[in-house]
């Protein structure tokens, strides 16, 4: 290779007061960091020349020194109704992770990875079939987020802002990477730069327990999906391998302190693979584990994944589904299967490009 990215700092590892100190040891004002966080966070800045205000010297420091473009892509794919992007990025080691811009009428919404593959293994997910390599730091979280709004501008309003949401749900499990996950939220909701609400933030969890505990505890109010996919153990313990470690029960009762902390209501994530946890009874037996907690049923036909025998269940298995949770007074609704023809199901795309000798 002939050059060596891992030797520049990224500049979005840092908090706004860590960089004041950065700016600091480098004989800069404050101000400084204050001009050089809104280059980074309004503006969204892809070259450091763009950034007039700052002295010469200071700008030609940050360009060896720095990095304000971390994430190299090196593959983007555009599905037909031209409305999910997905990107294919390289971390400055070589590792590559998925992101993706969703366009919706009102929403644009950025779908980030927190790990390069994903320790969970559940039976259906491309990502955990490439196996786990490293969690991501919070500037490469951050640098996605970025990234992505900068592909989101073209499609934004002039006077919007270019991504409306952010969801933890590309590659990897947040809640075993929360300490980086924690700290993108802080840089990315800062008032004073990206000011992402965390209204409208979504963090995605396929069960983590402790994790689910802890976020309940953080002063940022971030909305949480669960994972769920099967409304026993049994099942669960196949889709899920997680499940062994944290029940039902267990997760349920996270869900509820969690409610209790936020007031909040919670998102049920359930891929309806066909005939194996579409049966209406399994919508029953759904409908009662959540009874008296808010929440909200997002039924998503499997995306099929290669080797695996899970297929999605058909229109007609998906309406009895929704009658059974209906008529249970359980708000669900049927998420559109998107991009498709751009492999967006998690991990499906990096798959793709890891060479048979890749571990
Ligand atoms: N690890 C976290 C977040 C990443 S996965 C979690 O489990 O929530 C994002 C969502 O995509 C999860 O709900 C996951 O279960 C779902 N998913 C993964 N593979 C899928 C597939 N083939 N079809 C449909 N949904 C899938």
Known sequence: MSEDRTR???LYEYTRSELTELLSEWGQPAYRAEQ???WLYEHLAADFAEMTNLPRQLRDHLARHAAIQPLRVLEELVSRDQLTRKYLLELPDGETIESVLMLYERRRTACISTQVGCPIRCDFCATGKSGFRRNLTAG?????VIYIARAARPFAPADARPLTNVVYMGMGEPLLNLDAVLK??????????FNMGDRHITISTAGVVPGILRLAEEPMQVRLAISLHAPTDELRDKLVPLNRRYPIAQVRQALQ?????????????????KEVNDHRAQAAELAQLFAGL????NLIPVNPVED???RPSPPSRVKVFVEELERHHIPCSVRLRRGLDVQAGCGQLRSRHLTPTAS
């Not at 490469?140 to 996605?144: F, R």
């Not at 808010?294 to 049923?297: G, L, M, Y």
């Open 140 to 144: 490469e979280i951050v640098a996605q």
């Open 308 to 310: 695996s025998p899970y």
């Open 36 to 38: 050089l966080w809104q």
């Open 184 to 193: 993108s939220l802080r840089i990315l909701t800062d008032p004073k730069g």
């Open 294 to 297: 808010p929440v909200h049923v």
């Open 257 to 273: 302190t969690y409610f209790e902390h936020t007031g909040r209501r919670i998102t049920i994530e359930y891929a309806l693979i």
């Open 8 to 10: 520049l700092l990224n």
